[in-house]
């Protein structure tokens, strides 16, 4: 029996359907990159999927402007001195290019002196947007005066090789503990660090921080690395020491196995390269983290050895967090001398990239030195 003119007017339908599909898919490689079914596939690490339109301004296939501009309650931060102007300079105009003139974020920047008014006229005039100076609390950014001056100095003299400067030990303990709980961030809650004299290679059409928001991350990062063992030698036995008192504060699903190879008996030293981070400041205020902070902060290491910021943070996300809600922004082009990330494939020509796909650490071929693979393997 021939079919009836339904079933040929929905097979016609279907045929049609499928013919648009192919044509869009090969006229227009966004549709295809969204519409393709192994974006979804299990097993897929979280930043493999395609980012929803609702996070551009913009429609990405159409260019239509979204009905509802929503933006999240963020900053930039950006810690600096006033000799630093010229490379802080360098880093706002970049983002600013290629980022926050479509967004108006505000910009936070903290020093432990006051700014001077050049340094405040000329980033003001080169974000065009709102921008708030702070002075560092002086318990905040100074070694505290319970440190033995006499072990830190023979430990410093014991490690020159390894950044032996007080004021960068303070840098580290500042942006540890400290930066998410002063006066001018106490309102937001998400943040985008930003340091002097780095690069970024890509446009940045959608928004960061919006995915932050609805999909309830806590850590994104572009590149991670190897830490220098000889500057953290006993981070990792402190850390085994908190979660013993303190198992109940790590989530069954969290990110352990990036930071040890072995169920948390040793530490692998891999870390988020934490120059570039944009995060979740409630949750480093959170119970967890803040208690983890505490605790480390009596033991001494970040003037004893040189505890960094980019490791503490890194253990910090990855115990305290579940694995999903720290997220690898591949398409955002990033440099801090001396390494880079370059976005590859399809994301390299959305962004309108500048930076070479050859040069790019730990993603488009094997690096020793990467520990991408190793949140890769988390999913």
């Excluded at 921008?131 to 410093?156: L, M, N």
């Excluded at 998400?190 to 991350?217: A, G, H, N, T």
């Amino acid at each position: 029996m021939p079919p009836g003119p339904v079933v040929r007017y929905f097979a016609v339908a279907v045929g049609i359907l499928v013919s648009l599909h192919y044509i869009l898919s090969f006229s227009h490689k966004e549709y295809g990159r969204r519409m393709s079914l192994s974006q979804w596939l299990p097993g897929q690490p979280p930043y493999k999927r395609p980012i929803p339109s609702k996070y551009y301004p913009y429609h990405p296939i159409t260019g239509e402007a979204n009905m509802t501009i929503r933006k999240a309650n963020a900053a930039f931060v950006l810690l600096a001195r006033n000799s630093d102007l010229p490379g802080v300079l360098e880093s706002l105009k970049q983002i600013q290019d290629r980022f926050n003139k479509k967004f108006q974020y505000p910009f936070v920047f903290l020093n432990e002196e006051d700014f001077s008014d050049d340094f405040k006229k000329w980033t003001s005039e080169v974000t065009s947007t709102h921008c708030v100076y702070g002075k560092i609390a002086k318990d905040h950014w100074f070694q505290p005066g319970w440190i033995d001056e006499d072990q830190a100095t023979k430990s410093r003299a014991q490690n020159q090789e390894y950044l032996i400067s007080v004021p960068y030990r303070n840098m580290c303990r500042f942006n540890s503990g400290f930066f998410f709980r002063h006066e001018l961030l106490k309102n937001y809650d998400y943040y985008w660090r930003i340091e002097p004299s780095v690069k970024f290679f890509c446009d940045i059409d959608y928004d960061p921080f919006l995915i932050m928001q609805d999909e309830k991350k806590v850590y994104g990062f572009t590149i991670s690395l190897f830490e220098y063992i000889e500057t953290i030698p006993t981070l990792w036995d402190a850390t085994k020491e908190f979660i013993k008192a303190n198992p109940e504060l790590l989530p069954a699903d969290n990110a352990m196995a990036f930071v040890s190879d072995d169920g948390g008996e040793t530490y692998n030293r891999c870390h988020f390269w934490s120059n570039f981070e944009i995060g979740d400041l409630n949750f480093w205020r959170g119970e967890a983290y803040m208690r983890f902070f505490e605790f480390l902060e009596s033991k001494g290491g970040f003037y004893y050895e040189r505890w960094g910021d980019a490791p503490v943070h890194s253990i910090g996300a990855a115990l305290f967090a579940h694995k999903d809600q720290i997220h690898f922004f591949r398409d955002i082009g990033y440099r801090h001398e001396p390494f880079q990330h370059c976005p590859q494939g399809e994301s390299h020509a959305q962004g309108k990239c500048w930076c070479s796909t050859s040069e790019n650490f730990g993603q488009c071929r094997p690096n020793r030195y990467s520990c991408l693979n190793k949140y890769d393997a988390l999913f």
